[in-house]
């Protein structure tokens, strides 16, 4: 179902509303591009979220701009693990609702 070639079909969803599309990349680009917080601390924000939303199509791109913004191996190993203590912590505390 996963296909990183799917997002070549970008341009169908730019041809039928080109000003959300337009919008989501502003959003996208502002989100993500140097600021108060660097583009690789973003990056490995964006990949621990993936992590979270099972993203493919997100882990894919994101782990690529992390890598090119400088994050090490190790930096992505801790994010790993923070999105799974993150994860984790979700599951047991959603679980005192059910006590």
Known sequence: MYDMSNIDKLA???????????????????ALGDGAIPKKYKELMALAVALTTQ??????????????????DEELSETVFIATALRAGAALTHGTHIL
């Not at 169908?12 to 502002?30: C, G, N, R, W």
């Not at 894919?60 to 992390?66: L, P, R, V």
């Open 12 to 30: 169908t969803l730019k041809t039928h509303s080109p000003e959300a599309l337009a919008a989501f990349q502003a959003l996208d680009k502002a």
């Open 55 to 72: 993203c493919p199509y997100c882990l894919e791109i994101h782990k690529g701009e992390a890598k090119k913004a400088g994050a090490t």
